[in-house]
């Protein structure tokens, strides 16, 4: 089948549905039964979902909500992104863009860099970036997935004198704390797209990374050169993926604000 979802539920579905337009005219009623489908892996609410993209991608449509979205008021927001080595136990990079009042002109990219792969940079970089949230509360923070949150929980354990687990907790669960995939985008919103990662919805939106293979793997290859070579050119590849990033959540947030709701079902 040509791709309308992820690799697993293609595979699931391919044998019945050779085309996305296929599936998007499908009656799926005669495969669902109670809770399960006729598709391993994949249930009912799934399989809505999967096909309700499909029909946008087959009929060549645009983006809706289904639900109206909110996003905290305040005029400072601040978009959160992390880079971590996972083999090294190491987060090595933590980068903000900050917009005032909406107004891209006022944007400014703020980043906290472990230059070394050792406890003490890593957690001077995070006493950095802490204080760095702390001196510019109240904001809107935005992130996209729970991962920056885990990434400094972790940190918090690590270095224990930054900050504690629970204030990191505190600053996650606020109200003007938004992760944009699981808040937004994942639950109340479809896209005409393969997935919904926010590579994929910003490019879809007209943005570009500077780089011609931006990716988080890459970042950490890119962090091993710049340890073997200190090249500051290098550092700054891997500066501006991130700050790139940090922009296309922005992308991201402000098509959210005006993306036209839809009543379905």
């Not at 354990?157 to 994942?186: G, N, Q, T």
């Not at 073997?228 to 550092?235: F, N, Q």
Request: net charge neutral.
């Amino acid at each position: 089948m040509a791709q309308c979802g992820g690799r697993a539920a293609r595979d699931a579905l391919c044998g019945t549905f050779p085309t996305v337009k296929a599936f998007a005219a499908a009656e799926t009623a005669p495969h669902i039964h109670k809770k399960k489908t006729a598709f391993p892996g994949i249930g009912p609410d799934t399989l809505e979902k999967l096909q309700a993209r499909a029909k946008l991608r087959a009929d060549g449509g645009r983006p809706y909500a289904k639900a109206p979205l909110a996003f905290p008021g305040h005029a400072r927001e601040l978009f959160f992104d992390v880079e971590t080595h996972p083999m090294l136990d190491l987060c090595y990079l933590h980068g903000f863009v900050v917009r005032e009042n909406r107004d891209d002109a006022t944007e400014r990219c703020v980043q906290f860099f472990a230059d070394a792969p050792t406890p003490e940079a890593e957690g001077e970089a995070f006493r950095k970036a802490w204080a760095f949230l702390r001196d510019h509360r109240p904001c809107a923070l935005y992130y996209y997935s729970p991962y920056e949150q885990t990434t400094l929980a972790h940190l918090a354990r690590k270095h224990p004198a930054v900050c504690s687990e629970d204030e990191v907790r505190a600053l996650f669960e606020a109200d003007d704390a938004v992760d944009l995939y699981h808040d937004a985008v994942r639950p109340h919103t479809e896209w005409p797209t393969l997935d919904f990662s926010v590579k994929t919805l910003a490019e879809y939106l007209g943005f570009r990374w500077r780089d011609p293979h931006p990716s988080g793997a890459a970042s950490v290859r890119w962090y091993h050169d710049y340890l073997a070579t200190p090249d500051p050119a290098r550092k700054q590849r891997i500066l501006d993926y991130n700050e790139d990033d940090c922009r296309a959540m922005r992308v991201l947030l402000d098509a959210l604000r005006l993306i036209p709701r839809r009543v379905t079902g």
